[in-house]
């Protein structure tokens, strides 16, 4: 648990950030995608997906994915509302997490109008606002000040056509159609974090049943090649398991770390 705290206390950007943005969503962070095909039949409202996170013998934190059940109006466009919650439990408390990140994303175009982080881990805290101008390609970035009580400019970011955040990139993983690939056909995603950008290859390696708790289940296999990190061991590192039926929900996920295997599995 200590080697866990080290890593993030090395990273500006918190552990837990990277856990979720690298196992739930990394390969999809802010993606310019317009060859994707992309099945909106998927998107449940008032879908709640809870996830468990373990190492080794160890719970370490929890995670759930909400799709609100109403939809909302940025501007013109209707938009999903969709939360993020990650936490840190069981003998991980002794590093304090509680992140959370909220997106508008368009029903249509699965692109993303606004989105939100709160980042409490540890000391470090951060509360930011991302609006996103597709007619101009940019991204506005805002933080809040303490002193002012308000949130100022970041930075202005060019960005790709159809750009998303990383909620979004979470739901266009589940909606691409999985159904249509062979095993070893990859595809590849634009990605920016922060102020860098990225280009990933995602390769589908076919259907695998595996078992959980509930008995067994099948599904889509996925390996993204990840970039080089402060976090993950090596570019095989993360493999991504999506029950293969309509729903494709993320059944399981293993990343390699430098820490040890970490797991994380669909709890309802």
């Known amino acids: 648990m200590k080697q866990i705290a080290s890593i993030a206390r090395k990273n500006r950007t918190g552990f837990f950030q990277y856990f979720i943005i690298g196992l739930f969503l990394f390969p999809l962070y802010v993606i310019g995608q317009s060859t994707l095909k992309l099945d909106n039949k998927v998107v449940t409202v008032g879908e709640t997906l809870n996830y468990k996170a373990s190492w080794g013998f160890f719970t370490i934190g929890s995670a759930s994915t909400r799709i609100d059940k109403n939809l909302y109006r940025i501007g013109s466009n209707i938009c999903y509302k969709i939360n993020i919650d990650g936490r840190t439990n069981g003998l991980a408390k002794l590093f304090y997490v509680r992140d959370k990140w909220i997106s508008f994303i368009d029903t249509a175009s699965i692109t993303t109008h606004k989105s939100y982080r709160s980042i409490r881990e540890g000391s470090y805290e951060l509360d930011e606002q991302i609006h996103f101008d597709h007619i101009n390609k940019k991204a506005k970035v805002e933080v809040y000040d303490k002193k002012s009580k308000s949130f100022i400019l970041k930075k202005n970011y060019d960005t790709p056509e159809n750009i998303r955040d990383v909620v979004a990139g979470f739901m266009v993983f589940r909606l691409v159609d999985l159904s249509k690939y062979a095993k070893g056909e990859t595809f590849n995603v634009n990605g920016f974090y922060e102020d860098e950008g990225y280009k990933i290859k995602v390769i589908f390696q076919g259907k695998e049943s595996i078992k959980t708790a509930k008995g067994a289940v099948l599904c889509y296999k996925l390996t ?42 669909l709890e309802n």
């Open 224 to 265: 993204p090649v990840v970039p080089k990190n402060h976090v993950f061991d090596g570019k095989d590192a993360v493999t991504v398991w999506l029950s293969a039926d309509k729903s494709k929900s993320i059944v399981r996920i293993k990343a390699k770390m430098f820490v040890g295997n970490v797991w994380i599995e």
